[in-house]
């Protein structure tokens, strides 16, 4: 038996199954989430990272919408200043040298 779950995106209520992203349940919504490493194909791995969410009562905490599963009352913000500092925060921190080899 599927498990339904419901959950808001940016204040659009939307249901998907068990087992589905919020990058999904996003897409069901008709928000979009920009994202370069997701393939349908391919297990969620989140490498890019360019599709960071917020999850409203975790404000602060950045998590990519392709690889965290969506769950049952879940609030998930998409774009607020916040959102957007923080991520240009990250994506400018300069990666450690010993990371390229």
């Not at 008709?30 to 999850?55: A, N, Q, Y």
Request: charged content about 25%.
């Amino acid at each position: 038996m599927t498990q339904i779950m419901t959950l808001t995106i940016d204040g659009i209520e939307v249901t998907v199954s068990r087992g589905a992203t919020i990058l999904d349940a996003a897409e069901k919504a008709g928000v979009k989430i920009p994202s370069l490493c997701h393939d349908k194909r391919l297990t969620p791995f989140g490498s890019c990272r360019l599709c960071m969410v917020e999850l409203k009562g975790r404000e602060g905490k950045l998590i990519p919408a392709c690889f965290s599963p969506a769950r049952n009352g879940m609030e998930v913000i998409t774009a607020s200043a916040g959102t957007f500092l923080r991520f240009e925060a990250m994506r400018r921190k300069p990666i450690p040298w010993s990371s390229w080899r």
